[in-house]
């Protein structure tokens, strides 16, 4: 087993007990938007790791966004290319191609692969902004809670002082 770490959670949450296994980690702390040119660094990193033998099969593991609270980890294989189910039965056509057939998957699938990283890149990013919405929703509806609770407080201390003003004054007035 080889991990090819991308980005530092990941990263950090896996060297703990994978540390011989992780060849490499792509940081993209520094990107302010992830772009394709990303993801085709990773897939041709993928493919050439593939190539010198280095692993049989690459599965890409990454949060797949559902909602704001549900995020569902996922695991997807690239390397090699599986069908979905409901295209695996599907009737194959004879076309000509032009060029040859090799041809076009020699372009085609190098970009399938970053295409697919792509995905799962975007689709983590979204599942951190849910995560992040979700959260900074909770600290709001937390701070709103205790804004009500400590001016409720506030109020009562200020009754409260007052009236016990009152009474010294009234008291005062009436020991004349």
């Given at each position: 087993?080889?991990?090819?770490?991308?980005?530092?959670?990941?990263?950090?949450?896996?060297?703990?007990?994978?540390?011989?296994?992780?060849?490499?980690?792509?940081?993209?702390?520094?990107?302010?938007?992830?772009?394709?040119?990303?993801?085709?660094?990773?897939?041709?990193?993928?493919?050439?790791?593939?190539?010198?033998?280095?692993?049989?099969?690459a599965?890409?593991?990454?949060?797949?966004?559902?909602?704001?609270?549900q995020?569902?980890?996922?695991?997807?294989?690239?390397?090699?290319?599986?069908?979905?189910?409901?295209?695996?039965?599907a009737a194959?056509?004879?076309y000509e191609?032009?060029?040859?057939?090799?041809?076009?998957?020699?372009?085609?699938?190098?970009?399938?692969?970053?295409?697919?990283?792509?995905?799962?890149?975007?689709?983590?990013?979204?599942?951190?902004?849910?995560?992040?919405?979700?959260?900074?929703?909770?600290?709001?509806?937390?701070?709103?809670?205790?804004?009500?609770?400590?001016?409720?407080?506030?109020?009562?201390?200020?009754?409260?002082?007052?009236?016990?003003?009152?009474?010294?004054?009234?008291?005062?007035?009436?020991?004349?």
């Amino acid at each position: 087993m080889k991990i090819l770490c991308v980005g530092k959670k990941g990263y950090d949450i896996l060297r703990r007990q994978f540390k011989t296994e992780i060849i490499e980690l792509i940081e993209l702390r520094t990107v302010k938007q992830i772009g394709f040119a990303n993801a085709d660094a990773i897939g041709r990193k993928l493919l050439q790791l593939y190539d010198d033998g280095q692993f049989d099969v690459a599965t890409l593991f990454y949060a797949k966004f559902r909602s704001v609270i549900q995020q569902i980890p996922t695991a997807q294989q690239i390397i090699p290319a599986q069908l979905p189910a409901e295209e695996a039965g599907a009737a194959v056509s004879n076309y000509e191609y032009e060029p040859n057939e090799a041809a076009i998957l020699e372009d085609l699938l190098p970009r399938n692969i970053s295409v697919q990283v792509l995905g799962a890149l975007l689709e983590n990013v979204a599942s951190e902004m849910g995560a992040k919405m979700s959260a900074m929703d909770s600290a709001t509806r937390n701070a709103g809670e205790m804004i009500k609770k400590y001016t409720l407080r506030y109020n009562r201390t200020r009754q409260a002082m007052i009236t016990k003003e009152l009474i010294e004054i009234i008291s005062g007035a009436e020991a004349l």
